[in-house]
Structure formats: structure tokens, C-alpha cells
């Protein structure tokens, strides 16, 4: 595809379960980050990835939320025991160095994510 | 720390104007400005580097004022298309962003 496809678009879980949301980039885009986007919030920046760097994770709420990137691609941002306050839409977006340099980050749709 | 954006909430005519701003409390090295429409994937427009500098988008433009630290969006004879939520975003990587709460933007016919 064109774009940054994410999946699934839409998930309900229960309290207490794990989820894993999936993210892949636009093909040859070597930086990939997560974002949460919170009821009439903005975009809280949650990890970031690099080509083969170490990922930067500062934004990450709670030791509850991991990400990974595998072959420099698709990126799988895992979620243990959801927690209600964990309800939001996670947007991920990547650029390459090109749109690094005029700073556009292209985003996803999103996977909205519920927790009853 | 989150820029500030002001309004929250702005309705428009088509052709009207209105300008969104976007203020932090830290040093301003870039702003980024995003627009969302509902359901929608969030939609670069533009970003500005260097004080005083301004950009332009269709008839969107934007200045940023590095003394103040804050940018402001100018949205010029407003489209029916120009409706969505406007983000601004700072911080000292590129992707690495604080973004700001949003401006809901309604232009109606």
C-alpha cells in the first residue's frame, strides 16, 4: 500500500488482557513512531525507532507498554494487562530521511482501542 | 512540556478568516503544524524552523516568533475543506513531537 496501514482499526478488550496493535510503514521509511491520542487530547508521543538504533523510549507510560520493529519494518506495540486509562487511539507514522529534513511524519489511521 | 493552543474551537463561514495559536513555556526550535479530519489519519501542512519565518499551504500560512515561542496559523478565506482539528507540534527531533491539544476548525457554507 501507499500509506501507513495499521491494524486492527478498531479493538475491544477486558481489563487485565494483553493486546498488540500492528503498524507497517511506508516501504523504504527507516524512522517509525508510536503516538496516543486520548479523547480530545493531542498526540502523546510514546517510542521511536531508528533504522538499527536503539529505540528511544521515553514516552512509554508504564513498564505495561512495549514495542518492537522487526527487519526494520513492521512494528507490533504490545499492551499487558490493559488498563481502562489505556482506552485511546494509537497512531503510528514514519518518514525517511528525506521527509525527515522537511519534517513530515506520515501517520496511520489509527487502531482504536477500548477497554471495558 | 504540551504547547498551548488557542481556540479551541473555532466556527467559520466559507471565506472567513481565523488564526490559531500555539505558545510554550519552553524554546521553540521548530513548530509543526498537523490537520486531522474526523477519522482521518493526522496531515502534515508544514513546519517552521527559524524565527519570523513564514509558510504557506494553499491559503494556509503560518509564522513562528522564536522570543515569544509561539507560531500562529493563518487560515485565509476559509474552504469547506479547510474543517478538522489543527496540531501543532515542537520538540528537538524531528519525529519526536509534543503536540498541542488541537483547534477544532468547522467552516460551514
Known amino acids: 500500500g501507499a500509506g501507513v496501514s495499521q491494524s486492527p482499526s478498531n479493538k475491544v478488550t477486558e481489563k487485565g488482557k494483553d493486546v498488540e496493535l500492528r503498524c507497517d510503514p511506508i516501504s523504504g521509511h527507516t524512522a517509525l513512531y508510536w503516538y496516543r491520542q486520548s479523547l480530545g487530547q493531542g498526540l502523546e508521543f510514546l517510542i521511536y525507532f531508528q533504522g538499527n538504533s536503539a529505540p528511544d523510549k521515553s514516552g512509554l507510560p508504564s513498564d505495561r507498554f512495549s514495542a518492537e520493529r522487526t527487519g526494520g519494518s513492521v512494528s507490533t506495540l504490545t499492551i499487558q494487562r490493559t488498563q481502562q486509562e489505556d482506552s485511546a487511539v494509537y497512531l503510528c507514522?514514519?518518514?525517511?530521511?528525506?521527509?525527515?529534513?522537511?519534517?513530515?511524519?506520515?501517520f496511520g489511521e489509527g487502531s482504536r482501542l477500548t477497554v471495558l | 512540556q504540551q504547547p498551548v493552543q488557542s481556540p479551541q474551537a473555532v466556527i467559520l463561514r466559507e471565506g472567513e478568516d481565523a488564526v490559531i495559536n500555539c505558545s510554550s513555556s519552553?524554546?521553540?526550535?521548530?513548530v509543526h503544524w498537523y490537520r486531522q479530519k474526523h477519522g482521518e489519519a493526522p496531515v502534515f501542512l508544514m513546519i517552521?524552523?527559524?524565527?519570523?519565518e513564514q509558510k504557506g499551504h494553499e491559503k494556509i500560512s503560518a509564522s513562528f516568533n522564536e522570543k515569544k515561542q509561539q507560531s500562529s496559523l493563518y487560515l485565509t478565506a476559509s474552504q469547506l475543506s479547510y474543517s478538522g482539528t489543527y496540531f501543532c507540534g515542537s520538540g528537538a527531533g524531528w519525529g519526536k513531537l509534543q503536540f498541542g491539544a488541537g483547534t477544532q476548525v468547522v467552516v460551514t457554507p
Open positions: 519552553k524554546a521553540l526550535y521548530s
Open positions: 517552521l524552523l527559524k524565527g519570523g
Open positions: 507514522a514514519s518518514s525517511s530521511w528525506t521527509s525527515a529534513n522537511t519534517g513530515e511524519l506520515f
